[in-house]
């Protein structure tokens, strides 16, 4: 990744290799890797490159006494190469400079969070980074290797897409690029049937709002001349799905269903949409965003 580039496909962000040239000094498996998947990442040379936030994360946990390892934890669920979409922890060591970083901190993907350092037992500059899956937990798992590391980390190649970064000794691994992603619309007209329960996961823009009526409609879901939706139960969020704390709708601003299930109370072929209720009033809405549960 570049600095300051974001990544984002159907409202999930992309896990991104975080720098912009990465060689890959001691690899997985290997020396004081055993076990593992952890990676030493160099840059493009002997000095110090940046690491930028693969994704918007948070930092949970640090350890000054042990090459100021610090943990980092995506904000919301997020895309993995390999098209898990879970939480995300990167544990990134070896920093000599710990200014800016605190447990708390937020910082948004493509923005700085580390640079490569000795800090610890380290030879030559780099960035011991491992990745895992799923809500940060604890700090180290040690193996039957006796080496220490991420509880639940996997693969790098399976975590970060590597859109835009320069690859430099470890082209042979099998790396993703976010282009790569099949978004799977099966889900769609001839799938739904009446009496089935189905849900819109997606985040939705307000194309228009009737303020007279408390609602408010959006093309993708209900077309130009189609019915308005009821605000009442829909969330408002930001383009990412993150609730917000103003609830009040106004064009342009991004919105999502609630979780319950709808079901589907008719169908209409020509327009290929699928009749529900929301909030007691019949809607038709397309059948393809929908997504049969
Ligand atoms: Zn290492």
């Given at each position: 990744?570049?600095?300051?580039?974001?990544?984002?496909?159907?409202?999930?962000?992309?896990?991104?290799?975080?720098?912009?040239?990465?060689?890959?000094?001691?690899a997985?498996?290997?020396?004081?890797?055993?076990?593992?998947?952890?990676?030493?990442?160099?840059?493009?040379?002997?000095?110090?490159?940046?690491?930028?936030?693969?994704?918007?994360?948070?930092?949970?946990?640090?350890?000054?006494?042990?090459?100021?390892?610090?943990?980092?934890?995506?904000?919301?669920?997020?895309?993995?190469a390999?098209?898990?979409?879970?939480?995300?922890?990167?544990?990134?060591?070896?920093?000599?400079?710990?200014?800016?970083?605190?447990?708390?901190?937020?910082?948004?993907?493509?923005?700085?969070i580390?640079?490569?350092?000795?800090?610890?037992?380290?030879?030559?500059?780099?960035?011991?980074?491992?990745?895992?899956?799923?809500?940060?937990?604890?700090?180290?798992?040690?193996?039957?290797?006796?080496?220490?590391?991420?509880?639940?980390?996997?693969?790098?190649?399976?975590?970060?897409?590597?859109?835009?970064?320069?690859?430099?000794?470890?082209?042979?691994?099998?790396?993703?690029?976010t282009?790569?992603?099949?978004?799977?619309?099966?889900?769609?007209?001839?799938?739904?049937?009446?009496?089935?329960?189905?849900?819109?996961?997606?985040?939705?823009?307000?194309?228009?709002?009737?303020?007279?009526?408390?609602?408010?409609?959006?093309?993708?879901?209900?077309?130009?001349?189609?019915?308005?939706?009821?605000?009442?139960?829909?969330?408002?969020?930001?383009?990412?799905?993150r609730?917000?704390?103003?609830?009040?709708?106004?064009?342009?601003?991004?919105?999502?269903?609630?979780?319950?299930?709808?079901?589907?109370?008719?169908?209409?072929?020509?327009?290929?949409?699928?009749?529900?209720?929301?909030?007691?009033?019949?809607i038709?809405?397309?059948?393809?965003?929908?997504?049969?549960?």
């Amino acid at each position: 990744m570049n600095k300051g580039q974001k990544s984002i496909t159907n409202s999930i962000q992309n896990i991104l290799m975080p720098m912009e040239v990465t060689g890959i000094s001691q690899a997985d498996n290997e020396g004081t890797h055993l076990g593992t998947y952890a990676v030493d990442l160099t840059g493009a040379d002997c000095g110090k490159s940046n690491a930028y936030a693969p994704v918007d994360v948070e930092c949970v946990a640090m350890d000054t006494k042990n090459g100021n390892a610090v943990w980092w934890q995506s904000i919301a669920p997020v895309r993995f190469a390999n098209g898990a979409i879970d939480y995300a922890v990167f544990m990134l060591i070896h920093d000599n400079d710990m200014t800016g970083i605190h447990i708390g901190i937020k910082y948004d993907q493509g923005t700085q969070i580390g640079t490569e350092g000795t800090a610890g037992y380290a030879t030559g500059n780099h960035i011991h980074f491992e990745v895992a899956k799923g809500k940060f937990s604890h700090m180290y798992d040690k193996n039957s290797q006796g080496t220490y590391h991420l509880p639940n980390n996997v693969p790098v190649e399976e975590a970060c897409f590597i859109d835009d970064t320069k690859m430099l000794n470890c082209n042979n691994w099998s790396w993703k690029y976010t282009k790569d992603i099949e978004i799977i619309t099966k889900n769609d007209y001839d799938v739904i049937n009446v009496g089935d329960t189905f849900r819109y996961t997606a985040v939705y823009e307000v194309n228009q709002v009737l303020v007279s009526t408390d609602s408010i409609w959006c093309h993708k879901l209900t077309g130009d001349g189609g019915a308005s939706l009821p605000a009442k139960p829909l969330i408002k969020c930001d383009a990412y799905g993150r609730t917000t704390i103003n609830q009040v709708f106004m064009v342009g601003d991004y919105f999502k269903f609630p979780t319950d299930k709808l079901t589907c109370l008719g169908k209409d072929k020509a327009t290929a949409a699928i009749q529900f209720k929301l909030n007691g009033k019949l809607i038709w809405g397309y059948a393809e965003p929908a997504h049969k549960e």
